[in-house]
């Protein structure tokens, strides 16, 4: 189980993911967000393991995660999904995945082929603003939460947008 940190993309700043134990198994950085619109997950000796970016594709907000400098997968909604939000993890080959549930709140699954390989919840914590991320053992953790982390960056932009919208009005 791996622990992160809610709303940490209001502040910009860079936060631990922990184990269920609280010790450090990455950092994430920030703070590039603003300047490159790009998050960075380093090892606790600071190099560089994954990154997640935003960039646009056939007019819907994409995230590419990279893994070891490697494309891994491409993050994004779906377009027709009455009534729920629904995101895809697009990554090469035929296994995509799909997160859905309640995103908003952090309580929702990541399923390849019908199948369960992950879960994200804040109702398994006491720990106020985290919520914990359950990956099935054989799934890349690193994918895992990055999508996590692409998923939350889509999210803070949607609701930045319409706020935005609000204030228009």
Aim: net charge negative; no cysteine; glycine share 8%.
């Amino acid at each position: 189980m791996y622990v992160i940190r809610e709303k940490f993309f209001s502040v910009g700043d860079d936060f631990d993911v922990l184990d269920e134990h609280g010790t450090k198994l990455y950092r994430v950085d920030g703070k590039v967000l603003s300047v490159r619109n790009k998050v960075v997950i380093e090892d606790p000796s600071g190099a560089e393991v994954a990154s997640v970016h935003r960039h646009l594709v056939a007019l819907r907000p994409t995230y590419e995660i990279r893994i070891g400098g490697e494309k891994a997968a491409e993050v994004h909604k779906k377009l027709f999904t009455p009534f729920r939000d629904k995101f895809t993890i697009d990554v090469p080959g035929p296994d995509d995945l799909t997160m859905k549930g309640d995103l908003l709140d952090h309580e929702y699954v990541i399923e390849r082929g019908g199948r369960d390989v992950a879960a994200v919840s804040k109702r398994w914590l006491t720990i106020r603003d985290t919520y914990a991320v359950q990956v099935t053992a054989g799934e890349d953790p690193l994918l895992i939460i990055g999508s996590v982390l692409a998923l939350d960056l889509a999210l803070e932009r949607e609701e930045k947008k319409k706020e935005k919208e609000e204030q228009n009005d």
